[in-house]
């Protein structure tokens, strides 16, 4: 009995140390995990569709106009300073090498023969520009024109198989209408942010001379400016171009400019080589009831001054298309080839969209009479360039 009992007890033994060894080498063998703790009851979503979006996501507009939207890395020789060769120079401040300074921005690519849209402000100066597409693929820019009264720019690009954007209707966008902004902010690559519509025809910002911005909360930062502001379907909205911000960074209030007034530019700029805009020489003002007492102009009846309505002349340029035609100061334009003008941006927008040289009737109020007279637009001036 008592040997049946020890060979009992050492049979149990080398089970016991044959389970521990197997449960610590190979816990596979026993139907357990490696885990310690054994298995943890999770909640796993199902498999999704890799052809098919997430609901709400802007994935699809993004593929589709990323691949447009280029990085415009910029240079400009640095100015020699005339003491640079001096010994003494050299000894007291060092060998300062002149090192050229570069900028960078975004760009987009709108037809297959290689034209981009930019801002002005991002290629203005450079002495070199080179483009880098999404796909990775270099290449060196030629401006074709530029157009500082809205900071366009046209650049040209010579390879094969571009990416092209499709254009939209700026003019259909609404406030609150979702929006993507596709840029390369600070040089990390391209980034692609979303937001809505804040507002539209935005102006008196100073910016530009002509300004009609789309208003986004899109984030845009430094490296954005010249890059694109598509809607939900991928379709070019506007031009990235300006920022309100304290700290240098996105604020949430960024301006774009049409594509409609983009398109214009373009089209202008490859036919003719410069943008053609009407010109009348005149120095407009906002009317206002300090100026209408100035030039001896009635209030309303009820003495509201939001009631006044139109655009007050204070200065004539002498022979100029608005000379010739018998404007004078104190007149009040209230409407250019019948569209309603009731500020100095809307004044200049009507204007500069004249053919210069064909007779336009402007309606005015000069004193209390109203009258209509035929003005004959010219050709806008070039900016200069001390103005910029």
Same mark, same amino acid.
């Given at each position: 009995?008592?040997?049946?009992?020890?060979?009992?007890?050492?049979?149990?033994?080398?089970?016991?140390?044959?389970?521990?060894?197997?449960?610590?080498?190979?816990?596979?063998?026993?139907? +357990?995990?490696?885990?310690?703790?054994?298995?943890?009851?999770?909640?796993?979503?199902?498999?999704?569709?890799?052809?098919?979006?997430?609901?709400?996501?802007?994935?699809?507009?993004?593929?589709?106009?990323?691949?447009?939207?280029?990085?415009?890395?910029?240079?400009?020789?640095?100015? +020699?300073?005339?003491?640079?060769?001096?010994?003494?120079?050299?000894?007291?401040?060092?060998?300062?090498?002149?090192?050229?300074?570069?900028?960078?921005?975004?760009?987009?690519?709108?037809?297959?023969?290689?034209?981009?849209?930019?801002?002005?402000?991002?290629?203005?100066?450079?002495?070199?520009?080179?483009?880098?597409?999404?796909?990775?693929?270099?290449?060196?820019?030629?401006?074709?024109?530029?157009?500082?009264?809205?900071?366009?720019?046209?650049?040209?690009?010579?390879?094969?198989?571009?990416?092209?954007?499709?254009?939209?209707?700026?003019?259909?966008?609404?406030?609150?209408?979702?929006?993507?902004?596709?840029?390369?902010?600070?040089?990390?690559?391209?980034?692609?942010?979303?937001?809505?519509?804040?507002?539209?025809?935005?102006?008196?910002?100073?910016?530009?001379?002509?300004?009609?911005?789309?208003?986004?909360?899109?984030?845009?930062?430094?490296?954005?400016?010249?890059?694109?502001?598509?809607?939900?379907?991928?379709?070019?909205?506007?031009?990235?171009?300006?920022?309100?911000?304290?700290?240098?960074?996105?604020?949430?209030?960024?301006?774009?400019?049409?594509?409609?007034?983009?398109?214009?530019?373009?089209?202008?700029?490859?036919?003719?080589?410069?943008?053609?805009?009407?010109?009348?020489?005149?120095?407009?003002?906002?009317?206002?009831?300090?100026?209408?007492?100035?030039?001896?102009?009635?209030?309303?009846?009820?003495?509201?001054?939001?009631?006044?309505?139109?655009?007050?002349?204070?200065?004539?340029?002498?022979?100029?298309?608005?000379?010739?035609?018998?404007?004078?100061?104190?007149?009040?334009?209230?409407?250019?080839?019948? +569209?309603?003008?009731?500020?100095?941006?809307?004044?200049?927008?009507?204007?500069?969209?004249?053919?210069?040289?064909?007779?336009?009737?402007?309606?005015?109020?000069?004193?209390?009479?109203?009258?209509?007279?035929?003005?004959?637009?010219?050709?806008?001036?070039?900016?200069?360039?001390?103005?910029?």
């Amino acid at each position: 009995m008592k040997r049946f009992w020890l060979l009992f007890s050492q049979t149990v033994t080398v089970l016991l140390a044959a389970y521990f060894v197997t449960a610590t080498l190979h816990p596979e063998w026993l139907g +357990k995990t490696a885990s310690g703790g054994g298995a943890v009851a999770v909640i796993e979503a199902p498999a999704a569709s890799s052809s098919l979006p997430a609901t709400g996501s802007f994935s699809a507009a993004a593929k589709k106009a990323a691949p447009a939207v280029v990085s415009i890395n910029t240079s400009k020789a640095a100015e +020699k300073n005339p003491n640079g060769d001096d010994p003494w120079f050299k000894f007291f401040f060092g060998d300062r090498g002149d090192e050229p300074q570069t900028s960078l921005g975004s760009g987009v690519i709108v037809s297959p023969s290689g034209y981009i849209l930019t801002n002005n402000h991002v290629v203005e100066g450079a002495d070199e520009i080179e483009v880098i597409l999404n796909d990775s693929r270099h290449a060196q820019a030629k401006v074709i024109g530029t157009d500082p009264d809205t900071d366009l720019a046209i650049l040209k690009i010579d390879l094969d198989r571009l990416p092209v954007i499709v254009l939209g209707n700026s003019d259909a966008l609404q406030v609150g209408d979702q929006v993507l902004a596709i840029g390369n902010p600070f040089g990390v690559g391209q980034t692609v942010t979303g937001g809505i519509v804040s507002a539209l025809g935005r102006n008196h910002l100073g910016i530009n001379t002509f300004e009609n911005f789309i208003q986004t909360d899109a984030a845009i930062n430094p490296g954005n400016s010249g890059g694109a502001l598509v809607d939900v379907n991928g379709n070019l909205m506007g031009i990235n171009t300006a920022i309100f911000s304290r700290s240098g960074g996105s604020m949430g209030i960024g301006f774009a400019i049409p594509v409609s007034t983009a398109r214009q530019v373009l089209d202008s700029i490859v036919k003719d080589g410069r943008v053609t805009r009407g010109w009348i020489g005149v120095e407009p003002n906002n009317l206002s009831p300090e100026l209408a007492e100035t030039f001896g102009l009635k209030l309303p009846k009820d003495g509201n001054p939001d009631a006044l309505a139109g655009v007050i002349i204070t200065g004539v340029l002498q022979n100029g298309p608005a000379a010739q035609a018998g404007i004078k100061p104190g007149d009040v334009i209230v409407s250019v080839a019948g +569209k309603p003008v009731s500020n100095v941006g809307e004044l200049l927008t009507s204007v500069s969209a004249l053919k210069p040289g064909t007779p336009v009737k402007f309606a005015l109020l000069r004193q209390e009479a109203r009258i209509e007279l035929d003005v004959t637009p010219g050709l806008r001036p070039k900016p200069r360039k001390e103005e910029r």
